[in-house]
DNA sequence: GCTCCTTGGTTCGGTCAATGAACTCACTGG
DNA sequence: CCAGTGAGTTCATTGACCGAACCAAGGAGC
C-alpha cells in the first residue's frame, strides 16, 4: 500500500487517509498508541507483530504526522512514540470502529470506557451520555467481560485508567 | 489478511472489524456501495481495481454481512450488491476518515454533504448542524471543489444525488 | 575488564497476497 | 452469424508480510 502502488487515481479524501493508515496493523498500533503504548518494545509485547513491520508502521505513522518520536533517555538514546494531535483526532474513528465490531461482528469488549468525571457511558460518537462531547484525555478505560491478553503491557492496561495516560508496564 | 494469517491473538472488537474490513480496497468499495454503486463493473469502473481483487472483497463484504448480493435480472443472471444495515452503519466511520483526511492530509473533497431537507452542513459528526443526528438516507451529495474522475460512474456520481441511491450512469 | 542483558532496531529467505492481462461463459441485439 | 456486455476466473510477475537471526550501544553484575 505504502509507496508506488497506492490508491493513485482516486479522488476522495478516504482514499488518502487510506493511503497513511490503511495497511495492515496500522490503526492498532495508532489504538495502542491512544491507550498510553509508547515505546517499541511494549508495542511489540501487545500486538505480536514481527519488528520490521513495527518499524515501518511506526516511521510512516511518524512521518505522517501521526505520532511524534522524540527521546525519553539520551545516555543510551531510546525514543518513545506519543499521538499528535492529527492521532489523538483519530480517536473517534478507532473508537466506532470498535463499536462496530462489537454490534455486527459480535464478541465482548476487553475494555470498556466512560466519562472520568461523571462516570457516564459513552454514546457510539463517544460522547458522554450526560455531558456531550469527550476529550480523549477525560475517558477512563475499564476491563469489561471479554478475553484478554496476558502479556506485561496487557496486564498494566487492563487496570482502570485514563486515555492518553503513558502506559508504564510492570517491572516484570 | 483473510485467511489464517490475521489478527489472531488479538483481544479487541478493533481488530475483528478490521480483520472484515481492513484490506486494501475494501473501505472503498462500502464508500462507494452507500454512495450508490452496485453493480460488478461500475465498482470496477470507478475504483480501477483488479477484478480478482474486487471479485474477493464483493465476496468477503458479503459473507460478512455488509453487503447482500441479489439478483437484478434472471435471463443472463445478473448481480447487484446493496448495502445492509450493518453496511449502512459504517457510513460514520467512512466519513470521519474522509474528514480526518481532509484535515490532516490535505487536498479539496471531490464531492460535499449536506441535510437534503434544510440545507444544513453535516459536522465532523455526520450529524445535521441544524437538525441534529441524520440518516445516510437523508444526505445528499454534491460536486466540491476537489478534482474528479472522468469516467461515466464518477460523472453519474457527481450529480446532486442523496446516498443510498442507486447509481445508474449514463448510457454511455 | 569481561560477560550478559535490554532496547530498538536491520537483514534475510520463504511465503502469501496484489496486479494486470488474457481467457471464459452465458446470454443479447443487430 | 457475429460482436458486445456483464461478471467473473486463471495465470505469471511483483511486492508485502512473516519469523528468525543478527547487530549495536549502552548498563548491571562480578
Not at 487510506?18 to 518494545?41: D, H, K, M
Not at 461523571?118 to 456531550?132: E, Q
Not at 467481560?145 to 496476558?150: E, L, Q, V
Request: hydrophobic share 35%.
Amino acid at each position: 500500500m505504502a509507496l508506488g502502488k497506492d490508491y493513485n487515481g482516486q479522488d476522495c479524501t478516504l482514499s488518502r487517509a487510506l493511503e497513511l493508515l490503511g495497511e495492515r496493523w496500522t490503526l492498532l498500533v495508532v489504538q495502542n498508541a491512544i491507550y498510553g503504548v509508547r515505546r517499541f518494545s511494549d508495542f511489540q509485547k501487545r500486538l505480536d507483530i514481527p519488528k520490521a513491520v513495527l518499524a515501518d508502521r511506526l516511521a510512516n505513522l511518524t512521518e505522517g504526522g501521526v505520532l511524534e518520536r522524540r527521546p525519553y533517555q539520551a545516555s543510551p538514546p531510546r525514543y518513545e512514540y506519543v499521538p499528535t494531535e492529527a492521532g489523538v483526532e483519530l480517536w473517534p474513528v478507532i473508537y466506532q470502529l470498535g463499536v462496530w465490531g462489537k454490534r455486527h461482528i459480535g464478541g465482548e469488549p476487553p475494555r470498556l470506557f466512560r466519562h472520568a468525571e461523571c462516570g457516564g457511558d459513552l454514546l457510539p460518537s463517544t460522547d458522554c451520555v450526560r455531558c456531550g462531547p469527550l476529550h480523549p484525555g477525560d475517558i477512563e478505560m475499564y476491563p469489561g467481560p471479554g478475553p484478554k491478553r496476558d502479556d506485561p503491557v496487557s496486564r498494566a492496561m487492563n487496570r482502570p485508567r485514563r486515555l492518553l495516560e503513558p502506559l508504564v508496564p510492570e517491572a516484570s
